[in-house]
């Protein structure tokens, strides 16, 4: 099946700095790509459908200017939390279809958890 | 707009049996897919299966089958023979059959004893 790569795993840092989380399509070109959060124990909520070359379209609630996002090639869009605080503190999950894939299933990066002190 | 509904929030099944995870849907799509997805508790998501609407035929992948009803709005996934490695959460998805973005119902945590 298709690849797809998140980077980095775990990432801590401190109230008020950003942090860049990258997601990469390893063997696939990836047109779209999504970006998911999930609180402990909680379902994925989709955050924002990252598009090649376009801006990202983002869901309702959901902060654009807390989280930038840029999908400036076919293989990687990359989510970053600017001046994060506490409550920012979560697993972030991104998503790629494969145009190879008859069903059309998405295929998940490992997540990214961040804590923010 | 879909909504998927995992009543179940936990489930415990001993080791080698058979246990059915209940999913129901409501959408005003008439073509749509169906997916199950495993997330052990390192994190990453597992794609299982997958029915479309207009499949008359239950979906089936090794252990994992999918009790399609479409009548219902039902979608529930049945897993035989469970094994250790099957402890984790398992989340319903659906989208639209023209549109990737995939909505997922609150997820069920499943604990396989020995």
């Known amino acids: 099946g298709a690849v797809v790569s998140q980077h980095p795993s775990w990432v801590i840092c401190k109230s008020g700095t950003s942090v860049k989380i990258e997601c990469r399509s390893l063997?696939?070109?990836?047109?779209?790509m999504f970006w998911y959060r999930q609180f402990p124990k909680q379902s994925l909520m989709l955050m924002a459908t990252?598009?090649?070359?376009?801006?990202?379209?983002?869901e309702q609630g959901v902060e654009k200017d807390k989280f930038l996002i840029n999908h400036a090639s076919l293989t990687l869009s990359t989510l970053t939390v600017t001046s994060a605080h506490p409550e920012d503190s979560s697993f972030y999950i991104c998503?790629?279809?494969?145009?190879?894939?008859?069903?059309?299933?998405?295929?998940f990066g490992e997540g990214s958890r961040l804590t923010v002190l | 707009a879909q909504k998927i509904t995992q009543t179940q929030p936990g489930m415990f099944v001993q080791e080698k049996e058979a246990v059915t995870l209940d999913c129901t849907y409501d959408?005003?799509?008439?073509?749509?897919?169906l997916f199950w997805y495993k997330q052990p508790s390192s994190g990453e998501m597992i794609f299982l299966i997958y029915?479309?609407?207009?499949?008359?035929q239950n979906a089936t992948e090794g252990r994992y089958s999918l009790n399609f009803q479409k009548a219902r709005k039902s979608a529930n996934l049945v897993i035989s023979a469970s094994q250790l490695g099957d402890s984790a959460m398992y989340f319903c998805?659906?989208?639209?059959?023209?549109?990737?973005?995939?909505?997922f119902g609150a997820g069920t945590t499943v604990t396989v004893r020995a």
């Open positions: 959408t005003s799509d008439q073509s749509y897919g």
């Open positions: 029915q479309g609407s207009y499949d008359e």
């Open positions: 990252s598009n090649e070359g376009s801006k990202a379209t983002y």
């Open positions: 063997d696939f070109q990836a047109t779209t």
């Open positions: 998503s790629a279809t494969s145009s190879g894939s008859p069903i059309g299933e998405l295929f």
């Open positions: 998805a659906m989208r639209p059959l023209f549109d990737y973005k995939l909505s």
